[in-house]
């Protein structure tokens, strides 16, 4: 029997997905965000990029994969967890968002007048933006082409 | 008995074996399928009670059990000779020759492989999930040969449909009528309160005549399905042949009152006769889950048409698919292993539909030439010994015009291999990872899944789990990069919050955004 790290539910030995909460099954072992082991963090101050007019944003993952979505409101980052009602916008555990130490919050996109801006929510292993750390709650300007990393997650953002 | 030897039929597809199969296999070939279509075997299933109906709940094209077992004499028979031909090799030589001749020793019709989500099982105490990927395709070698078509378009003239549906509508049937080919029989049939016939089929068609008389039809009145469809059956049945494609294709924007058992009644008898519903909904107001059924009792398929400006579109597409048939009456037939049960069947492409396993077999439909079929099994394995295990007997059944007239038949196992060692590792380390296409086509299908228990839920009023399962499903679209559905999904879990109903149009885009997440894998190794 295995059980689905986000909403409990139990299946057979091999099932692929919980029919729950939609969750990819094979790999996940825990529910929890484990702390990584042996990172550095670096205080830097990001520059700031020009970002005028920018209307969607697409990530793309070192996987190959690739999400778009509209600016229009505010993007949250995490893992999706039915069982505790976190619904974040990208769920990354298809990303292998578990194993990478992202956070069921991690962190948000925003767009604010002409700036997009990227915010660490508090999460654990931390948000990186092109290698250095940022500090919690404070939104950082983002450019296109920047590597937003979450725990050991990088994610390369394209501004359209 | 002797038969005269007819070097033009295909006595090996008969019995669904290889050319070059050896004595063993044609008898067990011919054992298996005698089981099957013997008399008595057949009348022993006959007497059997119909399992209970399933309650149609928003499930989509829920299908009847077989009709009754028409032709099976007859294809007990062609067994029986093709059997009695390839067993004596004397006769079977002969027949070799002759075809070799004729240059009639061709590969098999049809191409059928599959992948299965671990070839490699650990020995366990308890169930295990394992999921068997099946593609069906037309054989490139074999040049597809267009059926005749025998059609009827049945279309809604209510008052609803005036200005730019209905003039959609009408270019869409002036463009059948300049498509329609030497042998096709059309008819066309308007309904509003009642129905009338505005092409009446004829052979050969007088295209002018059709495209005059389509251009006449007004918009006016109510909608009362039945009529249009009674009538659309009755001209169908004038000209039916197995030989023929035939199909009829509803089009209606309303919601019909009433008539929705007799509707359901009249699908089922096309079914029977083999006559495919295609029927097509346009705007937010007809009845989904009624036009679904009636497509699903036919062995057809439902669309949404969710603006007057695709109706052209969808109508050409469909003429499309129809002279791209390469196969009808396409029937799978699974017979499990010791220990093998198979939980669920999707079809995953063209379109996701649950499918029924039926007496060991699934109904499928047709294929088209370009378009392969893929199906999914779920299925449920308890403990096995180590060792290479047979799981399944896939056997693909079908009539291919390009051929013949004789049912097509091929075969293939499906074995994995178990291990006890296995059990010991931990996580995925050290077993081969799980097949990309098998975890894409999951992964889309546990979409389509929550969708439809999310319908169900608001049916039963489990409105706060519905939104929930919405909301979910809609990250899930997000993930795989469908935006535009994702935001159908949330609109919905904020509509349905607010008035505990769904919107009729995002109840639509939901339902038929998600049979569009379908896969066709590249590459399947057989």
Known sequence: MIKCPFCNAVYPENTLFCQECGSYLAGANGQGTDPLIGQTVAEVNPTAGDSAGFMTLTLAFDSGGRIELPLSKEIVLGRLDAGRAVFPDIDLTNEQGMEMGVSRRHARVVRRGNQVFVEDLNSLNGTFLNAARLAPELPYPIKDGDKVQLGKLILTVHLK | ?526
Not at chain 2, 120 to 135: F, H, I, N, R
Not at chain 2, 222 to 248: F, H, P, V, Y
Request: glycine letters at 8%.
């Open chain 2, 1 to 526: 008995m002797k038969h005269e030897i007819d070097p033009q039929r295909d006595y090996y597809a008969i019995l669904g074996v290889l050319s070059d199969a050896d004595e063993q296999t044609i008898k067990r070939a011919y054992r298996q399928l005698a089981r099957r279509y013997h008399p008595d075997a057949v009348a022993r299933r006959a007497d059997q009670p119909e399992p209970a109906e399933q309650s149609g709940q928003g499930e989509p094209g829920a299908e009847d059990g077989a009709p009754a077992p028409a032709g099976t004499a007859e294809r007990f028979r062609e067994i029986q000779q093709a059997y009695e031909l390839l067993n004596d090799p004397q006769q079977r030589e002969t027949y070799d020759h002759w075809r070799r001749q004729e240059g009639l020793d061709r590969p098999p019709a049809f191409v059928l492989s599959t992948i299965v989500s671990h070839e490699l099982l650990p020995c366990l105490d308890e169930s295990q999930s394992l999921y068997v990927l099946v593609k069906i395709s037309a054989a490139e070698e074999i040049e597809s040969r267009r059926m005749p078509l025998n059609l009827c378009l049945v279309l809604d003239r209510s008052t609803s449909m005036k200005g730019a549906r209905l003039q959609q509508v009408k270019e869409a049937a002036r463009y059948i009528v300049d498509q329609l080919g030497e042998d096709d029989i059309l008819s066309v049939i308007s309904f509003s309160d009642r129905a009338e016939i505005v092409v009446a089929g004829q052979w050969p068609a007088d295209k002018a005549a059709a495209r005059a008389a389509i251009s006449r039809i007004q918009a006016d009145g109510g909608t009362e399905l039945l009529q249009g469809l009674k009538a659309g059956l009755e001209e169908l049945s004038r000209w039916r042949r197995d030989d023929m494609l035939n199909s009829l294709i509803l089009l209606t924007d309303g919601q019909t009152y009433g008539d929705d058992q007799a509707c359901l009644e009249e699908a089922g008898w096309a079914g029977v006769q083999h006559i495919q519903l295609v029927t097509m909904g346009i705007g937010p107001d007809w009845n989904d889950d009624l036009l679904d059924r009636m497509a699903g009792l036919s062995g057809g398929i439902s669309l949404y048409i969710d603006s007057a400006a695709k109706i052209s579109r969808t109508f050409q597409e469909q003429i499309h698919t129809m002279g791209d048939v390469f196969a009808q009456n396409l029937a799978l037939l699974i017979h499990c292993g010791e220990g093998i049960e198979v939980r669920e069947i999707f079809r995953i492409a063209p379109q996701i539909k649950p499918l029924h396993l039926d007496d060991s077999q699934v109904a499928l439909g047709l294929l088209e030439k370009q378009q392969p079929q893929v199906v999914l099994l779920e299925l449920l394995v308890s403990s096995q010994q180590p060792g290479r295990v047979r799981l399944l007997q896939l056997a693909l059944e079908g009539s291919v015009p390009a051929v013949g007239d004789h049912m097509v038949r091929i075969q293939q196992d499906v074995a994995v291999t178990f291990a006890p060692d296995l059990t010991g590792a931990t996580g995925t380390i050290g077993r081969p990872p799980v097949p990309p296409d098998i975890v894409t086509a999951m992964g889309k299908l546990t979409i389509y899944k929550m969708q439809a228990r999310a319908l169900a839920e608001v049916e039963t009023g489990q409105i706060d789990t519905a939104v929930n399962r919405l909301k979910t499903m809609a990250t899930r679209l997000l993930n795989i990069g469908e935006a535009e559905l994702a935001r159908a999904a949330l609109l919905e879990a904020g509509h349905l919050a607010q008035t505990g109903s769904l919107s009729g149009e995002g109840r639509k885009k939901l339902r038929y955004g998600t049979r569009g997440l379908t896969i066709v894998p590249k590459e399947v190794h057989p």
